[in-house]
């Protein structure tokens, strides 16, 4: 069976109250629209259909590779918004499915099983519903002596009884396509001037088709998002599922209520996170590191049991045995070899530092090439920066850097030099030479140690 899928995305979100469209919220770092995406494209090969209306340029563009998309003008109601994926969609399918672009939460499983479900019913429609004690608007589901659904009631519309009913409609349907196209035009509209997608349930019980129901398990996956309180409800909801998939693949979180790891994010067994730590935008985690209290990982690959204590870390690489903290800044570029250790408040960009090099105390490191077990005193800083461009240090293997040494870069130190405390480096140091004062002077050279 051909299934397409259809996502209603234009109504305008007005109680999120934002310059940015609803559906471009992020949740762990991925628009509110990307799971909706996700969800059916583990489907369906087909390209998704997305309704837009409000800031559906932003939209378009933020997805454009991902969906096929129609424009909903004026937003007349779910029915109207179905309605406007005809064009595109008649004729093409043998079901559709429908689902919004602002519930983030279903799993594939759950929209399967409803895919799954309608396949062999006779009926021409599947819907997903839920019991909840707490409607938060949602329509209400009334169902038939057979147990089939007779209709859905809106809450605005609803008797006293109706209200009381804790059966609702979750607001995702698959449907037989021959005979959905039709029956939407049948869909009268609303006093307020509306077409109900959900006047299609009555549209098919009261000419004796019957509407299947199939329940949610977990509630919460039904959380839609209308406000900013419930983006931060369903952000909690995928933080636990994520850091539950993670403890039961072998990582151990102190705090799961206070660790943040974005999906797409991938970790290493018998790896220990401590409270307030943050894993963002597909950064990679060896085995057996500890990680935090208080540290954000973005964009970067950290090696095998790496220690990384209170600390920022983004767009670095990072090999094995590293450790670092409190109070290390990598920036973009960085690249630590394995066995490096860095102390408290360094800043690390656009260099590579070698195997076993040390850094310990207070340092500024940009665009530099270290390497091997050079040991950086404490408040050395490549000063590569002259006003115009930047300009590279090169430091050769098992070099010694004094405290407080400047490095007027661009500037290069051949292997074993050392220099003195304060000193300011401004022209090259031959190997196995030390160099001291300001502007630093070679005064003698040095042994070669093994
Ligand atoms: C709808 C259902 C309700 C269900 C609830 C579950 C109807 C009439 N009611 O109510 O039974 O319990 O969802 O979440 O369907 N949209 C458009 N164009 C429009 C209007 C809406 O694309 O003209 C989109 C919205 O962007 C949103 C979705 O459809 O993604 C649902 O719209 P919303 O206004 O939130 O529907 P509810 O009134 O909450
Ligand atoms: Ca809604």
């Not at 309605?83 to 093409?92: N, P």
């Not at 349930?201 to 509407?211: H, K, N, W, Y």
């Not at 991938?266 to 935090?292: A, F, H, M, R």
């Amino acid at each position: 069976m051909k299934i397409k899928s259809v996502i209603l995305a234009a109504g305008q979100g007005t109680r999120m109250k934002s310059q940015l469209p609803k559906v471009l919220h992020p949740l762990l770092g991925k628009p509110m629209l990307q799971y909706a995406l996700d969800v059916v494209q583990g489907i369906t090969q087909d390209m998704p259909v997305v309704v837009l209306g409000h800031g559906a340029g932003a939209i378009r563009q933020a997805f454009t590779d991902q969906a096929d998309f129609v424009i909903q003008e004026p937003q007349l109601g779910t029915g109207h918004a179905l309605q406007q994926a005809e064009a595109l969609l008649a004729g093409q399918a043998d079901l559709i499915l429908v689902t919004y672009g602002d519930m983030p939460l279903f799993t594939t499983q759950t929209i399967d099983g409803l895919v799954q479900a309608q396949k062999t019913h006779a009926g021409p429609v599947t819907m997903l519903t839920m019991f909840a004690e707490h409607a938060r608007g949602f329509g209400r589901v009334v169902r038939d002596e057979q147990g089939w659904v007779k209709t859905i009631v809106e809450e605005a519309q609803a008797t006293p009884q109706q209200l009381a009913i804790h059966e609702l409609n979750v607001g995702v349907y698959c449907f037989q396509a021959n005979w959905l196209w039709g029956a939407l035009r049948r869909i009268p509209i609303s006093p307020k001037g509306e077409y109900y997608l959900t006047d299609l349930i009555e549209i098919a019980s009261s000419a004796g088709l019957s509407v299947q129901a199939q329940v949610l398990e977990d509630g919460r996956e039904g959380i839609g998002i209308n406000t900013r309180i419930h983006l931060a409800e369903a952000e909690a909801v995928l933080r636990e599922r994520i850091n539950r998939n993670w403890m039961l693949a072998g990582v151990t979180i102190i705090d799961p209520q206070r660790t943040y790891i974005e999906p797409n994010v991938l970790i290493g067994q018998d790896t220990v996170i401590w409270p307030d730590t943050y894993l963002q935008s597909n950064s990679k985690i060896g085995s057996e590191c500890i990680l935090g209290p208080n540290t954000i990982i973005r964009k970067s690959q950290i090696g095998a049991r790496c220690k990384i204590c209170a600390s920022v870390v983004e767009g670095a690489q990072v090999e094995d045995e590293v450790e670092m903290g409190p109070y290390v800044h990598l920036r973009k570029g960085a690249h630590l070899g394995q066995g490096v250790h860095l102390g408290n408040f360094g800043e690390v960009k656009n260099s590579y530092l070698g195997p076993g090099t040390k850094m310990g105390h207070f340092s500024y490191i940009g665009d530099a090439q270290i390497g091997a077990g050079v040991n950086i005193g404490a408040g050395t800083i490549t000063c590569n920066f002259d006003g115009e461009k930047k300009n590279v240090t090169e430091i050769g293997a098992q070099v010694f850097l004094g405290s407080d040494t400047m490095l007027v870069a661009p500037v290069k130190l051949g292997e074993g030099a050392h220099t003195g405390a304060g000193a300011v480096v401004t022209k090259d140091i031959p190997p196995y030479t030390l160099a001291v004062g300001i502007p630093a002077r070679p005064i003698r050279k040095l042994e070669k140690r093994e």
